[in-house]
């Protein structure tokens, strides 16, 4: 008997013994359960302390800025600087999930919709050749994206399938606030409103910024945990 045959047999023999004693069974599936109870709590556990951590650093950029640096949160900041640093991690996580050959087609959409986000966010080092400069590159590099793609012979299925995860969604939850919750929350007209007479576009200004560093963060983080998935 070569080793494959006793191995299969081993096996029968430990399904017939737990089918044969009730008791068996039911200590085996209690050991599962308990399992996977456990791991349950650890990442329901793991999940808070990443959350808290993520929205210490933001609050800390914050406070940094404006107490330590004594800026704005404009362009040179650190809040900014943080924003670069959460989209370059993002871009990596789908660029690394690309070069696996893991969905490789809608992994270079979604890191290319990230990557002309980024350029969007440097545009005032492209100002410097001509204001509104940053459209080209970014032009250039949807048009890649959408080319390689389109090469892909299931790139719609990819995609499905990278949209199915609940990480993916949750991801694309925090676009959403960055796009539409962050840019209404920041329009001028309401803090104009609000403040009347007393209007200082810094506090405008702080508390959009700060909500972006919050979004960017937790996509950066739903980034991490699609790519841990399919790698």
Not at 71 to 91: C, W
Not at 209 to 227: D, Q
Request: hydrophobic share 50%; glycine share 4%.
């Amino acid at each position: 008997m070569n080793t494959d045959d006793l191995q299969l047999e081993i096996r029968m023999d430990i399904v017939m013994n737990i089918e044969m004693n009730p008791m068996l069974s039911n200590n085996a599936l209690s050991i599962d359960n308990n399992t996977r109870n456990k791991t349950t709590i650890f990442k329901t556990i793991q999940n808070i302390i990443i959350t808290t951590l993520l929205s210490l650093l933001v609050i800390a950029a914050q406070r940094l800025d404006y107490f330590w640096l004594e800026n704005t949160l404009g362009e040179q900041s650190i809040t900014e600087l943080f924003q670069i640093v959460f989209l370059l991690f993002t871009i990596v996580c789908f660029y690394k999930l690309h070069r696996a050959d893991k969905l490789s087609g809608a992994a270079m959409l979604v890191g290319g919709f990230f990557t002309t986000l980024l350029i969007r966010e440097l545009d005032a080092y492209f100002d410097l050749v001509f204001h509104g400069f940053w459209v080209y590159p970014a032009l250039v590099v949807t048009l890649f994206c959408i080319h390689y793609a389109l090469r892909q012979d299931n790139v719609n299925a990819q995609m499905t399938q990278l949209l199915a995860d609940k990480n993916m969604q949750a991801l694309i939850t925090f676009i959403v606030l960055l796009f539409v919750f962050s840019r209404l929350y920041g329009m001028g007209d309401f803090w104009e409103a609000v403040m009347a007479e007393h209007y200082v576009r810094d506090v405008k200004n702080i508390s959009e910024e700060t909500i972006e560093l919050l979004c960017y963060a937790f996509i950066a983080f739903y980034a991490h945990k699609v790519k841990r998935l399919y790698m």
